[in-house]
């Protein structure tokens, strides 16, 4: 089964082009099935390009998802057309009454801000508390998981004397997770982060480290009792967003050494490699059929 999209938005021409399979909301509503409902609260700064990110790889499940865009109630972005939001973004404060199989909750360029000093913490994490009322489980990425194991479970970030900046080889710690379900004994991550959450307090909470890397620390977490995963690194990125990334930081004249084992021979004129992409549709087709196989089928049983 397609992922459900609005015909009008711009991730639904381009998941058709890349052989996606795509369903306008009419053709959905003749499938007598009760499809996922998947919200992706998107923190980002360029909203189309993640909302594309996360929709290639939700969709290329076998399961009908319905993809629901949502933003914080008051902040206003300042990178995407005010058109775009309006259309096709809903205010947490409109959906908070809903119930979601699913939670996405991306990453935000504010690393170097101590969490209670982003403007919006204070609804983030309402909320973080309604995901355990109204969401079966709950993807936080990047800065967003990293908020979340902070404020469940009080683990720090920390700050960088550099940034952790390439592909990472990681190593998967838990080969008999349902989430890792066909994945190597490593595997390589795309990275970009100036903080990074220690091992050491990851455990003291109690908490599984399902991948992790020798050089960029632990990178997916799951917490049980919050039906919760953490990924602190970018599998969702595509080919080109790390170059992206070191143009702009060049561009700005911003100190950044170039992304590590990304361009063959780390040589920024020769096009990058993408050596994720099957582990990513993996751990987000892992991740939706886990939801699949335990969420209820009656939308107001979730989260009792």
Same mark, same amino acid.
């Given at each position: ?10 991730? #639904? %021409? ?9 369903? %306008? ?25 993640? /909302? !594309? ?22 902040? $206003? ?9 309006? /259309? ?22 504010? /690393?170097?801000?101590?969490? /209670? ?21 709950? =993807? ?9 194991? !902070?404020? =469940? ?7 960088? @004397? ?9 190593? &998967? ?12 004994? %490593? ?11 220690? $091992?050491?307090?990851? @455990? ?18 799951? %917490? ?5 995963? #953490?990924? =602190? +690194?970018?599998?969702?990125? @595509? ?27 780390? @040589?920024?004129?020769? &096009?990058? $490699? ?14 939706? +059929?886990?939801? #699949? $196989? ?11």
């Amino acid at each position: 089964m397609p992922i459900k999209l609005p015909a009008a938005l711009p991730a #639904y %021409d381009v998941l058709s082009n890349e052989g996606v399979m795509v369903l %306008d909301e009419d053709t959905a509503a003749r499938q007598d099935i009760r499809p996922l409902r998947i919200a992706l609260l998107n923190l980002m700064p360029k909203k189309i390009q993640t /909302e !594309n990110q996360f929709a290639r790889l939700i969709g290329a499940t076998p399961l009908q998802i319905e993809l629901s865009l949502v933003r914080m109630s008051e902040h $206003q972005t300042k990178n995407t057309a005010a058109a775009h939001m309006e /259309e096709f973004y809903r205010p947490f404060s409109d959906v908070k009454g809903e119930k979601f199989d699913g939670l996405i909750i991306t990453g935000a360029p504010i /690393e170097h801000l101590p969490f /209670e000093d982003v403007t919006y913490w204070d609804e983030l994490t309402e909320v973080f508390d309604w995901t355990q009322t109204h969401v079966h489980s709950t =993807f936080g990425v990047c800065w967003g998981g990293m908020a979340m194991i !902070n404020y =469940f479970h009080g683990v720090k970030k920390h700050m960088l @004397d550099h940034k952790a900046f390439g592909c990472f080889r990681h190593r &998967n710690t838990a080969p008999a997770s349902p989430y890792l379900r066909g994945f190597s004994d %490593d595997c390589v991550i795309p990275v970009s982060r100036w903080t990074e959450m220690r $091992q050491d307090e990851i @455990d003291k909470a109690g908490l599984t480290t399902l991948i992790t890397s020798d050089d960029a620390g632990p990178a997916l977490v799951e %917490d049980r009792a919050h039906r919760a995963l #953490y990924i =602190f +690194n970018h599998f969702e990125y @595509d080919s080109g967003t790390l170059k992206q990334e070191y143009d702009r930081d060049i561009s700005n004249g911003t100190p950044i050494n170039v992304p590590m084992n990304y361009y063959p021979g780390d @040589d920024p004129s020769q &096009n990058p $490699q993408n050596r994720w992409r099957s582990h990513a549709h993996l751990l987000y087709g892992n991740w939706i +059929n886990e939801i #699949y $196989q335990t969420t209820h089928f009656e939308m107001d049983k979730i989260g009792t």
